[in-house]
Structures are given as structure tokens and as C-alpha cells.
């Protein structure tokens, strides 16, 4: 059963206006959140994080909300710029990640277009 | 520079034929990882190491080995590979702490082909 959900394969959206990646999850044992992004032939790279104490995560133009009540966060890229395109992962972790095992959704693939 | 290296970054191969994959980190990290990405499934953990001599199955562990002889090197083993092995796959690492969350760094990549 799948933990961590990005139900929309794909975004699009145009340059300057807001993205929002959504993600759900079903175990409530997480505690901590990440977002990962991904660019074609490379690793994925750490994005931003939130942990379930907070929230709300700022840096730059990237905000990560979280819902804990509704087991939901979501990603705000504002305002969108053509570099942003990529596949973004949402990752949950318990204990804060002191275990080290982060659980992945499926991904959602970003288009920013000029 | 703080990396993690993984080779090959490219490899096809036959079905049965024994191969390993190198990671690598000189971060000092206790946590190694390794995962696989295929299309519409996301990243799925298949090995993972808390330290040296500790390694523990992930979610996909089915034809893979791995071991953890020293920190900073976490080979990938496939004793016999098979077609549905074919996939991208990627090593991570990062510190543990009891405290904080300890951001997962990756390497490139490793692109597998089994034909």
C-alpha cells in the first residue's frame, strides 16, 4: 500500500504564476517531510522540509504547507521561473529521520513554460 | 567537493551475468541507501546500511545484495540479473542524529540495462 501519494503525474504551468505540488499520505507516524527535486540525468536534490510540529516552511519561493488533520502537504513555487521544471518527490520519514529511511511518492513532473 | 559517486553511470548487460554497482561518499555519513526509480512507480528503497557491518532490506530487496565493509563504500550486487532489474537506479547517504532530520544526498545515477 502506497504511504506517500503525488496523485498528479504532471504540472504545468506558466512562468511567473504560482505551482502547487500536492501530496497526501496515510501513515500516521510521520513526522517529518521533504520535497526532493529532479532533473533529468542527475540525482535527486533536497528542496525544502517541514516537521509535523509546524506548519508552515518558508524559503525563498518555495513554501511546503502542511495539513496534519488531513494528512496532506502541498508545495508552493512562487513566482514559477523555466528552471523549476523538473520532477518533484515528496518524501515522509518517522522519528525525524534519525533512521535514516525516508518513504517516497511516485513523483510529479513540473513544466514551468516561458 | 562533498559527493557521492556511483559507478558505472551506464551499463547493459545480459541476464545472468553477475555485476556490481560502486558507491561511494566522502561526507562521513553513517547512512547509506540504495533505490530504484521506474516510470510511474517513484523511488523505491532496496538495501539500506545504518553503519559498517549493518545492513537492512528496504521495501525492494529481491535480487540484490549489498555490504558495508567500510563507511564511505556501499557496492550493489546482482548475483544474477534479469530483465526486470532494467532501471535507474541511485545511492544516497547522510548523517544520523537522534535530534534533527539529516538531509539524504544522492549520487548521479546508475542506468541499468538487462537484456
Known amino acids: 500500500d502506497q504511504q506517500v501519494k503525488q496523485n498528479s503525474p504532471s504540472l504545468s504551468v506558466q512562468e511567473g504564476r504560482i505551482s502547487i505540488l500536492n501530496c497526501d499520505y496515510t501513515?500516521?507516524?510521520?513526522?517529518?517531510f521533504l520535497w526532493y527535486k529532479k532533473y533529468p540525468a542527475e540525482g535527486p536534490t533536497f528542496l525544502i522540509s517541514?516537521?509535523?510540529?509546524?506548519d508552515k516552511n518558508e524559503d525563498g519561493r518555495f513554501t511546503v504547507f502542511l495539513n496534519k488533520s488531513a494528512k496532506h502537504l502541498s508545495l508552493h513555487i512562487v513566482p514559477s521561473q523555466p528552471g523549476d521544471s523538473a520532477v518533484y518527490f515528496c518524501?515522509?520519514?518517522?522519528?525525524?529521520?534519525?533512521?535514516?529511511?525516508?518513504?517516497f511518492g511516485k513523483g510529479t513532473k513540473l513544466s514551468v513554460k516561458p | 567537493e562533498a559527493q557521492v559517486t556511483q559507478n558505472p553511470r551506464y551499463l547493459i548487460t545480459v541476464t545472468g551475468k553477475k555485476l556490481t554497482v560502486t558507491c561511494s561518499q566522502n561526507?562521513?555519513?553513517?547512512?547509506m541507501s540504495w533505490y530504484r526509480q521506474d516510470p510511474g512507480l517513484g523511488l523505491r528503497q532496496i538495501y539500506y546500511?545504518?553503519?559498517?557491518?549493518?545492513?537492512d532490506k528496504g521495501d525492494v530487496p529481491e535480487g540484490y545484495k549489498v555490504s558495508r565493509k567500510e563507511k564511505r563504500n556501499f557496492p550493489l550486487i546482482l548475483e544474477s540479473p534479469s530483465p526486470n532489474q532494467t532501471s535507474l537506479y541511485f545511492c544516497?547517504?547522510?548523517?544520523?542524529?537522534?535530534?534533527?532530520?539529516?538531509?539524504?544526498?544522492f549520487g548521479p545515477g546508475t542506468r541499468l540495462t538487462v537484456l
Open positions: 546500511s545504518m553503519n559498517v557491518e549493518v545492513t
Open positions: 544516497a547517504s547522510s548523517y544520523l542524529t537522534g535530534s534533527s532530520y539529516n538531509e539524504q544526498f
Open positions: 561526507m562521513n555519513h553513517e547512512y
Open positions: 501513515n500516521s507516524m510521520f513526522d517529518y
Open positions: 517541514i516537521s509535523s510540529i509546524k
Open positions: 518524501a515522509a520519514s518517522i522519528y525525524g529521520g534519525s533512521q535514516g529511511n525516508l518513504i
